[in-house]
């Protein structure tokens, strides 16, 4: 059984990056060809997808969030991370990661939060 | 970017049928937009009910199902339980199933 697991601060300063790993179980990143994907939604609000990264490597962005996002792989660690520069209050959110070729299985999500 | 659309919220009763739509600010929604949709209850995370218009996962219940309904994505719930009651978002895949979008969800209330 497939299983993905955000890490990262809880907690991040105005202007600063986010990172964000998920750590992928029970399979191979790169056994396949699978998409991973991160995802958002703010606390009361509905979801919004970040991007994604083949396993190879190519990526997909939000185009409202593209300037600011990378997305990466490190198939010897079986994980893939997600950074958000220069972010403000309005990035707080629960952040989950997933499969996305099928976006059926899904981290249970971590909250960052962006205050001083 | 493409606005998806969905109804803000609906009523089902209990064992009644309800169709939940999605909509693209881009035009009719086809199977070339690989329609999910996602369930959603406080404190968990989406699980996907519906994908690819109308092909469902083995945990997803039968009472549900996945169309294309007058140029939208649709779900239909029949037989609507207690514990379906629930956020429900609608994906849409844009240039090549390379981007997505969400629907701003539809909260349904079974009363």
């Known amino acids: 059984q497939l299983q993905l697991q955000e890490s990262g601060p809880g907690l991040v300063k105005p202007s600063e990056t986010l990172s964000l790993t998920c750590t992928v179980s029970g399979g191979s990143i790169s056994s396949s060809s699978y998409y991973w994907g991160w995802i958002r939604q703010p606390p009361g609000k509905g979801l919004e997808w970040i991007g994604s990264i083949y396993y190879s490597g190519s990526t997909y962005y939000n185009p409202s969030l593209k300037s600011r996002v990378t997305i990466s792989v490190d198939t010897s660690k079986n994980q893939f991370s997600l950074k958000l520069s220069s972010v403000t209050a309005a990035d707080t959110a629960v952040y989950y990661c997933a499969r996305s070729s099928d976006f059926d299985y899904w981290g249970q999500g971590t909250l960052v939060t962006v205050s001083s | 970017q493409a606005v998806v659309t969905q109804e803000p919220s609906l009523t089902v009763s209990p064992g009644g049928t309800v169709t939940l739509t999605c909509g693209s600010s881009t035009g009719a929604v086809t199977s070339g937009h690989y329609p999910y949709w996602f369930q959603q209850k406080p404190g968990q995370a989406p699980r996907t009910l519906i994908y690819?218009?109308?092909n469902k996962h083995s945990w997803t219940p039968a009472r549900f199902s996945g169309s294309l309904l007058g140029g939208k994505a649709a779900l239909t719930l029949s037989g609507a339980q207690p514990e379906d009651e629930a956020e429900y978002y609608c994906?849409?895949?844009?240039?090549?199933?390379?981007?997505?979008?969400f629907g701003g969800g539809t909260k349904l209330t079974v009363l």
């Open positions: 690819d218009t109308s």
């Open positions: 994906l849409l895949s844009y240039s090549g199933a390379r981007r997505w979008v």
